[in-house]
């Protein structure tokens, strides 16, 4: 038998908010028939905050222009690179919760201390708690593999509490075969033999595996996210912390298989017969936005509509986490805005800036190379050398909202004579106080140092401009220019 289930409460709710958002925006324009009125609403659901962290500085303090700005409506929000490199953060340290962005723990525990063949019964309370789900029912047995499907592509609730049952008991085993307590998120001692604490013991180990990873803000106290009525805690992480799971949740190639799929298959047993369950995913970036490969979704009455999203493109994978944002479409038009500003501001930015030019044999070939700067010869009184840089073509990857860039020139005294490819020098050039690149400054062409004659008309030429306080030799000029990234405010 095959079972469709509809859409997740998730994904519903997304759909209403879509068709009622574009009908009451086209009444609006028709009676005002105004585009300016249509753009002053739509901005009431995003802003650009002067406090918003702009790759480790409030964009207030930066004095960039807001229009250089990502523009979110999400009230926490951070993106990073899998290498931890921070691009944006909103209140990113703020305690918030989370809603199902939590299964992305739930998840990693399974995936962990599970064994993805072991069998998972679900009980009443996993069908019944509520939510959106995966349309499982009381008695139903399925594989741990297929939970996780459950669990991650449509959100099932149920699905997250079958699996905190299953491992929970397993849990509870173990600590006390291991004689080591496991605690409730209150400080209360779970007690090991009580079959009713299965999922009390799993979220104590979700919120070790948090403690694990360094997550000092994170509390788990449920396997799913709900946080109204019976569900009502102190459920909460930050923006910044979820991002560091979901980067050591998609380091599992389990894990990014999983929430990669647009839709799944779960093979149940229910009331003895074999059946198949479809469920679609919840992640509406998945198959429409270049790059995203997950991860989960979360709406919930306190936590409001939240995403944390992975991108990966030419080898590079962001992770946006939006935390409270204004609706359920605005979570993803939040992500794929961050996406977009932090892929459209990584530069290729060329070292070498100069309309001079010289001809100079590099490799073997003759090539017109930048003129860089005119480094002056010590041994001659007006004497100076072009040069350029070791690398002509040499660049270094930038992130244009984090400044426009300097450089410095430490030019060496060559004396009289030059040979051209010899080093005369070093280029540094600086990003916000940082260096990021350093090349060698190198001679484009041959010059031959004074002979015994030219020499004695130097010393006597010298000796009489310093009596008359005049230049002795010529001075070395900088020629390379730095372009602006971003114009200021």
Not at 70 to 79: D, S
Not at 225 to 243: I, K, M
Request: hydrophobic share 40%; aromatic share 8%; with cysteine.
């Amino acid at each position: 038998m095959l079972f469709s289930v509809p859409r997740s409460h998730e994904r519903a709710s997304a759909a209403r908010f879509h068709l009622s958002g574009r009908l009451f925006r086209a009444c609006l324009c028709a009676l005002i028939a105004s585009t300016l009125v249509c753009g002053a609403f739509e901005e009431a659901f995003a802003d650009v905050r002067k406090s918003d962290i702009i790759y480790g500085e409030a964009m207030g303090e930066r004095g960039i222009k807001a229009t250089s700005c990502p523009t979110i409506g999400a009230e926490y929000a951070y993106v990073c690179n899998a290498e931890g490199e921070e691009f944006f953060a909103r209140n990113a340290d703020a305690p918030a919760q989370i809603a199902s962005v939590t299964k992305i723990m739930t998840a990693v525990l399974a995936l962990e201390q599970g064994d993805m063949g072991q069998r998972v019964t679900v009980s009443s309370s996993a069908a019944n708690v509520g939510g959106s789900t995966s349309d499982l029912r009381a008695g139903d047995e399925l594989s741990m593999a297929d939970a996780l499907k459950g669990l991650m592509v449509p959100s099932g609730n149920d699905a997250a509490v079958a699996i905190a049952e299953t491992l929970g008991a397993q849990f509870q085993k173990q600590s006390k075969e291991d004689g080591r307590s496991l605690h409730r998120h209150d400080g209360s001692a779970i007690d090991p033999d009580d079959p009713a604490r299965t999922v009390d013991a799993f979220v104590a180990r979700m919120n070790e595996k948090a403690t694990e990873l360094g997550c000092t803000n994170t509390l788990f106290t449920n396997p799913h996210g709900l946080d109204d009525d019976q569900f009502g805690s102190d459920l909460h992480s930050t923006a910044r912390e979820v991002s560091i799971i979901s980067a050591y949740a998609m380091k599992m190639e389990e894990f990014r298989s999983l929430v990669d799929l647009k839709e799944a298959e779960l093979a149940v047993k229910r009331a003895g017969e074999d059946i198949t369950v479809t469920v679609e995913t919840t992640d509406e970036l998945l198959g429409a936005y270049e790059g995203a490969c997950g991860i989960k979704t979360g709406n919930a009455e306190l936590a409001g509509p939240c995403f944390a999203g992975a991108c990966e493109r030419e080898g590079e994978e962001l992770y946006a986490i939006i935390l409270k944002s204004t609706s359920e479409e605005q979570r993803f038009i939040d992500c794929t805005t961050l996406y977009d500003w932090v892929f459209n501001n990584q530069v290729d930015y060329k070292l070498a800036h100069s309309s001079q030019t010289a001809q100079m044999r590099i490799d073997g070939q003759e090539r017109e190379v930048p003129i860089v700067a005119d480094v002056a010869l010590s041994g001659w009184v007006d004497k100076t050398v072009p040069a350029t840089f070791a690398d002509p073509d040499a660049s270094v990857a930038v992130f244009a909202p984090n400044g426009n860039v300097s450089q410095s020139f430490d030019l060496f005294d060559v004396g009289g004579g030059v040979t051209a490819g010899q080093t005369v020098g070093k280029a540094t050039f600086w990003q916000n106080n940082s260096v990021v690149a350093e090349v060698d400054v190198v001679a484009c062409e041959t010059v031959a140092a004074p002979n015994l004659f030219e020499g004695i008309g130097i010393w006597w030429d010298k000796a009489m401009r310093s009596f008359s306080n005049e230049p002795t030799q010529a001075e070395s000029v900088i020629i390379n220019d730095t372009p602006l990234l971003l114009e200021n405010a």
